[in-house]
């Protein structure tokens, strides 16, 4: 069991972000801190997105503190773009992410420590920055009649391009950023496709201002002050109204039908007896927190989510969450990484160590 100050788990946006912090306010990687990530290769999520993600088509990727995101070509695919960043910005800074290692599980050690069990062995740490996004958890909506689908069911998370979708009838569930974006390139190769999503969507006119995100990033952190789990940031922001949105609107392509009520052999069908045929249902319904190892520690609420005070779970204050909920941003967990190194340099400072 090795024995760090800090274990960061995740080397997406929001772990390199606290890695910054930490060695800028004197920690040193790899002998007072590490970072752990399961993935593969640099880049957090980032390096899973779809290669028809192409870097022009993501909307407003802040650069990690202390290096800019110079000339990127927005022809090639964000996958690429922020991967080949990340590894350039762990390299600058001598970050020396360990990966792949897999976090298992954080548990309650003695003397104040927090154990965290890895596929390559343990830490004792004396607090923990957890970085671990979303990405490993997609969330599937339930609905009767999933198991009879003759056709094929898929997440967004496993989308990879239009083409598996030439010829086919293709409904898309779910009214965020990536059923817009996969139902747009889908509809010009697809048979037919059908958008259902739960509310109507809102399509937001203008640049997103300032003051209104803040007011969308204070709706989200009421629910995870109240413990209730996280909504996504852009679930109360709206969908940003583009002019390739603007075009499929009046092609009819974003014409939008209420959830089905199940789903059948052959496709969906509603409870006023509608019903659309269909090969494919793809789910673009979002994720949700990837935070099943952190079970050991009890955090959770009762309402589900895990109560915080700025990044700080309340019920622990050795662990920092950053990237959830409200900070679930590349702008929001570049602040919560700055904020989470603050308040635990500030509590490994004030409390002298334990002996064990
Ligand atoms: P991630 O990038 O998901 O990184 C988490 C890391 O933790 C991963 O590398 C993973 O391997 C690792 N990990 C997870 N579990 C474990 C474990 N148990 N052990 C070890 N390692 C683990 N935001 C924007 O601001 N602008 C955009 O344009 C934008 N576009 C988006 C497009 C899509 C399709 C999606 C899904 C999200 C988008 N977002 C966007 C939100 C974006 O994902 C976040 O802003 C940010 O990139 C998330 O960073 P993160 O560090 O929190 O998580």
């Given at each position: 069991?090795?024995?760090?100050?800090v274990?960061?788990?995740?080397?997406?946006?929001?772990?390199?972000?606290?890695?910054?912090?930490?060695?800028?306010?004197?920690?040193?990687?790899?002998?007072?801190?590490?970072?752990?990530?399961?993935?593969?290769?640099?880049?957090?999520?980032?390096?899973?997105?779809?290669?028809?993600?192409?870097?022009?088509?993501?909307?407003?990727?802040?650069?990690?503190?202390?290096?800019?995101?110079?000339?990127?070509?927005?022809r090639?695919?964000?996958?690429?773009?922020?991967?080949?960043?990340?590894?350039?910005?762990?390299?600058?800074?001598?970050?020396?992410?360990?990966?792949?290692?897999?976090?298992?599980?954080?548990?309650?050690?003695?003397?104040?420590?927090?154990?965290?069990?890895?596929?390559?062995?343990?830490?004792?740490?004396?607090?923990?920055?957890?970085a671990?996004?979303?990405?490993?958890?997609?969330?599937?909506?339930?609905?009767?009649?999933?198991?009879?689908?003759?056709?094929?069911?898929?997440?967004?998370s496993?989308?990879?391009?239009?083409?598996?979708?030439?010829?086919?009838?293709?409904?898309?569930?779910?009214?965020?950023?990536?059923?817009?974006?996969?139902?747009?390139?889908?509809?010009?190769?697809a048979?037919?496709?059908?958008?259902?999503?739960?509310?109507?969507p809102?399509?937001?006119?203008?640049?997103?201002?300032?003051?209104?995100?803040?007011?969308?990033?204070?709706?989200?952190?009421?629910?995870?002050?109240?413990?209730?789990?996280?909504?996504?940031?852009?679930?109360?922001?709206?969908?940003?109204?583009?002019?390739?949105?603007?075009?499929?609107?009046?092609?009819?392509?974003?014409?939008?039908?209420?959830?089905?009520?199940?789903?059948?052999?052959?496709?969906?069908?509603?409870?006023?007896?509608?019903?659309?045929?269909?090969?494919?249902?793809?789910?673009?319904?979002?994720?949700?927190?990837?935070?099943?190892?952190?079970?050991?520690?009890?955090?959770?609420?009762?309402?589900?989510?895990?109560?915080?005070?700025?990044?700080r779970?309340?019920?622990?204050?050795?662990?920092?969450l950053?990237?959830?909920?409200?900070?679930?941003?590349?702008?929001?967990?570049?602040?919560?990484?700055?904020?989470?190194?603050?308040?635990?340099?500030?509590?490994?400072?004030?409390?002298?160590?334990?002996?064990?």
């Open positions: 069991m090795r024995k760090v100050e274990v960061v788990i995740g080397a997406g946006q929001a772990g390199l972000a606290a890695a910054f912090h930490l060695q800028r306010v004197g920690y040193v990687p790899d002998r007072d801190f590490v970072v752990l990530d399961h993935s593969p290769r640099p880049g957090g999520a980032w390096q899973f997105r779809w290669p028809t993600l192409t870097y022009g088509k993501v909307h407003g990727m802040h650069a990690l503190p202390g290096m800019e995101l110079a000339d990127a070509d927005p090639r695919p964000s996958s690429e773009v922020i991967g080949g960043y990340f590894d350039s910005y762990e390299r600058a800074f001598g970050l020396r992410v360990h990966r792949p290692v897999r976090v298992l599980a954080v548990r309650d050690g003695s003397g104040g420590r927090l154990l965290v069990e890895t596929s390559e062995g343990g830490y004792a740490a004396r607090a923990l920055i957890n671990t996004g979303t990405w490993d958890r997609p969330f599937w909506p339930r609905f009767p009649g999933q198991e009879t689908f003759l056709g094929r069911q898929l997440h967004s496993r989308y990879e391009g239009p083409e598996a979708f030439r010829g086919s009838r293709v409904v898309v569930v779910g009214g965020g950023t990536s059923a817009v974006q996969q139902l747009m390139e889908i509809a010009p190769v048979a037919a496709t059908t958008w259902v999503t739960r509310r109507p809102v399509f937001r006119e203008g640049p997103f201002g300032e003051e209104q995100g803040r007011a969308a990033v204070a709706l989200v952190e009421q629910r995870v002050r109240e413990g209730l789990p996280p909504r996504s940031v852009v679930s109360v922001t709206g969908l940003p109204m583009t002019e390739a949105i603007r075009r499929a609107r009046e092609s009819g392509v974003l014409e939008r039908l209420p959830m089905f009520e199940q789903v059948t052999p052959g496709g969906v069908s509603w409870a006023d007896g509608r019903d659309v045929e269909a090969d494919t249902i793809l789910y673009a319904t979002g994720f949700r927190a990837a935070i099943d190892h952190l079970a050991p520690l009890r955090l959770r609420e009762p309402g589900g989510g895990i109560r915080m005070g700025g990044t779970a309340l019920r622990d204050a050795r662990v920092h950053v990237g959830y909920g409200p900070s679930a941003s590349t702008i929001g967990a570049n602040r919560a990484g700055r904020a989470a190194v603050r308040d635990i340099r500030r509590l490994l400072d004030g409390t002298p160590e334990t002996q064990t």
